[in-house]
């Protein structure tokens, strides 16, 4: 059993069905996040594991106690689940101290005063704003408010922190900042995190594991990266990467076997991983990451015409069409290349998801990345080869275990 489990939870609104026969588990130390568009009831499900919402039906159990059964209306008080909470609005006390803030809750605990101290210090220290403690909220920037907020979370030890939206209001330089403090303090502390975002990114970074909502349902639970590798729906597959993924419309030829399938499509025929015969039509899903784009033509490649180029710095954006296709590629460096001009794509099979078109469910499994076979992926490194025609960020990334590093494709761009 795991720390919380919640079972066949049904919630209401105003009679408005709001999650619908949620079953979760989550482990002790896990950091897991609650992702999903915005109404799609995350912050819901936070607040009936804290105890400020009660489920109609199902049940809560929190660390092998009963929480809460919806149906014989029995409901734990927030205050005897265990569990700390920070909200979006850090919700400071703006007459007290940072220090009195963090101690709030060690003093309604009556704890002996140098054990206060010591305790609230700890505390501040970790979120390394030791140097604020006689301030008042109005002398602090967002971010040192929100570090106040989780230093008042964290100084009690609960066993089980949760956080909405906490990082929201920050720049994007301090989120990241937060971002690296609140995997540290999870990995220290060992704490169970809740943690609700609606930014993928926070989300991918920070969990051990995420759980994604859409419209009141959860639709999966996974790792970050089988989530990112393995999208269980399209809708899923539609939600996670930025820029969003490339759906390919496809038929198959003929019926799969051992795991294969031949399909037909604007990117050719492809034999790609499928475990089940689709119900009618296939979706292929291509990451903008895992297209190659060469300048050459090659065999199997297919022609494409650059619809549009978006420089971003460390990276560029090409929209391509081929066809009636329009794709999206992201290619590392900056690769300078005209609108309208010709360049050739290839896509490893191995790294296409295949998704039942009707359905919408996952068909296949997308291939182990290199470094869970003991094996890490280079850097991207530029590497500038003369004479190609390619322009700058023309090159591709050596392996990783090379001692030297060769570009071994010049036409290759941008990896
Ligand atoms: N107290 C309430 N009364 C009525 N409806 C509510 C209440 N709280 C939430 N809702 C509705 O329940 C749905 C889920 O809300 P919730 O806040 O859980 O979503 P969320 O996924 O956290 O969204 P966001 O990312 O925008 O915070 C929304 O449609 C919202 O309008």
Redesign the pocket.
Known sequence: MGLIELKQVNKH??G?P?LRNLSLHIEEGDFMTFL??????????LRMIAGLEHPESGTIVIDGKLADDGRAAFHKASSERGLSLVFQSYALWPHMSVFDNVAFGLTMKKLPKPAIRAKVEEALEKMRILDLTDRYPSELSGGQQQRVAIARAIVTEPRILLLD?PLSNLDAKLRMEMRAELKRLHRELKTTIIY?T?DQVEALTLSTKIAV?FQ?ELVQVDTPSELYRNPATLQVADFIGNPSINFVEAFPVGAPKDGRLMTQSGLGRLDVSCESPPERGLTLAVKPEDITVRTAPEEKAIACTVYSVFPAGSETLLQLTAGNLLLMAKLLGQVELDTDSQVWITVPTEKINVYDAATGRLLSRYGKPAVEAGRIPAAAVQVQEAGTGAGPGHGHAPEADAPEAKPKEPAYLGR
């Open positions: 609104f105003d408005n709001i999903g568009p915005s109404g799609c009831g995350k912050t819901t499900t939206e609700v609606h909502f009141g």
